[in-house]
């Protein structure tokens, strides 16, 4: 009897402890399990196919950002000609690829003129338009020579793409442009394996010049839906949920999983802005006093308050004064009147009919479309707050919800009244964002195409990014920025932040100054 009892405890310390591990999984703190609603897709450096935070886990430029202040990376210094068009780079010695191949100069000027060789494809950007020539005249001297001073030319330089440096062994047709046959970079992580729209596995580069990553393996998880990537978190099957380019869980989870002990949330300091895109070349926002009921109609507090839980604040200019160029500018401040909007509407021609909810023209109803990306926590819930605010002002609002691949091509296509915007946030704003809105396939470009005067908004776009001194850019920012807020091209809502959830245990979580880059190299479990 003794010995059955004894038998008997035992077991249920062993199911015990079966049920324990299965609620606290074990850690391994060299395997990070990364959370994404993204694949990775196709890496190339060169081109704008892949996930950015990924590129920059592989690819590293001549330059990078740190805190806003350009520092050294494949090169270790560089000098400016006195008539600043031409850059001398001296390249880091004794660098590899992850496939153990050497870094030069050659190959550097090989990776920029493939660059180069696709040109018009990196118009959003103006330094490919400068560049006049490249050159390596010893083993470890890059020279890059401007047809004209470029004020931005570190910054671009700096960004995770397309500068970035990809082994030549990986060049098809002699370049880059018709893709890649692999993804052999100078990076602390080297692609191990990737299948498609599941995982990707990251491993450490052995080859790497610099601080080698904490840890040695990241698994990025692509779970598309953003209530099964929470689930995910809570159930230990991943440990970080990182959100660039947007918001991958919505700021109601975030706040509950802020009060679950397991976990801690961080928050970026404002670095970007959200706005709704108004198109001026589409339907009844080809009206000035259209968009303007619409920009008067939309209530931002409410979407501050409601869908953003208060966690950013409510902004009435389109880029934030904290961004370069921004702080001192004079703009008309946009905010909520719904008996303004009201006004306007009437003056436009826009009536109500007796007992009808909506307005309507010569027979035509006042309807617009408000196209969103499924795959951001946030979109498709400020679209029901605009869609519920316009109602009010006798707008009828038809939200499109889309996976994120067709919310672009819809983008690119110009077929969308009205688009949630997200600025780029630093190193970006304000100059390398607005010169891409003079590129068509974005959707800036698209929207702006009923102005007036865009020729003229394309042009200074161009020339604030020449203009040889500060205070000739000051009074061109001035000017561009006073006309798309003049003629209502965007509805501000707030300065975002960027965010990031993870498991207590994983220390290193930091923002770098692009929200599209994750410090996966500085993370390790304590």
Not at 250 to 255: C, E, Q, R, V
Not at 310 to 339: G, R, V, W
Request: aromatic share 10%; charged share 25%.
């Amino acid at each position: 009897m003794k010995e059955l009892k004894y038998l008997t405890v035992l077991l249920s310390l062993f199911i015990f402890g079966l049920v324990v591990s299965g609620c606290s999984r074990h850690i391994d703190k060299n395997k990070l399990e990364y959370g994404s609603t993204k694949d990775i897709r196709d890496i190339n450096p060169h081109l704008y196919n892949g996930e950015m935070g990924a590129q920059n886990m592989v690819f590293e430029g001549l330059v990078k950002d740190t805190k806003g202040k350009i520092e050294p990376a494949l090169a270790t210094k560089w000098t400016l000609s006195n008539d600043k068009t031409v850059y001398t780079f001296t390249i880091r010695k004794n660098v590899r690829f992850s496939n153990g191949e050497k870094l030069t100069a050659q190959v550097i000027k090989e990776n920029f003129d493939a660059i180069l060789a696709n040109k018009e494809r990196h118009e959003w950007m103006g330094l490919p338009d400068e560049i006049a020539s490249t050159s390596a005249p010893s083993k470890y001297q890059f020279v890059l020579t401007l047809r004209e001073p470029y004020y931005p030319t570190l910054t671009e330089l700096s960004l995770t793409r397309p500068f970035r440096i990809i082994a030549p062994s990986c060049f098809k047709n002699n370049g880059t442009k018709d893709g890649v046959k692999g993804y052999v970079g100078t990076g602390p992580y080297v692609l191990a394996d990737h299948k498609k729209n599941k995982e990707a596995v990251f491993k450490e580069n052995k080859y790497y010049w610099g601080t080698k990553p904490h840890i040695a393996t990241v698994n990025w998880h692509v779970i598309s839906n953003t209530q099964s990537l929470y689930m995910a978190l809570k159930k230990g099957d991943i440990q970080l949920i990182y959100g660039s380019d947007g918001d991958q869980i919505s700021a109601d989870t975030l706040k509950s999983l802020e009060k679950n002990g397991k976990f801690k949330v961080y928050m970026s300091k404002p670095n970007a802005s959200r706005s709704i895109l108004l198109n001026t070349n589409r339907g009844a926002l080809r009206s000035l006093e259209v968009r303007k009921a619409v920009s008067y109609a939309i209530n931002k507090k409410e979407i501050v308050s409601g869908v953003l839980d208060n966690s950013e604040s409510m902004a009435n200019t389109l880029l934030p004064p904290n961004a370069p160029y921004m702080k001192d500018l004079k703009l008309k401040k946009q905010h909520y009147d719904l008996e303004k909007a009201n006004q306007l509407l009437e003056k436009a021609g826009w009536k109500k009919e007796k007992g009808s909810e909506y307005r309507e023209k010569n027979g035509t109803p006042l309807t617009l479309t408000f196209s969103c990306n499924s795959q951001n926590a946030q979109e498709e819930p400020i679209a029901q707050v605009v869609q519920a605010n316009l109602k009010k002002a006798g707008i009828k609002v038809k939200i499109i919800s889309e996976d994120k691949q067709a919310y672009l091509n819809r983008q690119k296509d110009g077929d969308f009244d009205m688009q949630y915007s997200l600025s780029w946030g630093a190193p970006y704003d304000p100059q390398t964002y607005l010169a891409s809105w003079r590129m068509a396939a974005h959707g800036d470009y698209q929207a702006q195409l009923g102005l007036p005067k865009k020729q003229w908004l394309d042009n200074e776009i161009t020339e604030v990014l020449l203009a040889s001194n500060k205070q000739e850019r000051q009074e061109k920012y001035q000017q561009i920025m006073s006309y798309v807020t003049d003629e209502y091209v965007y509805v501000p809502v707030s300065f975002s932040k960027t965010k990031a959830v993870a498991v207590k245990q994983l220390k290193g979580i930091y923002f770098p100054t692009s929200q599209y880059e994750i410090p996966f190299s500085s993370m390790y479990f304590n």
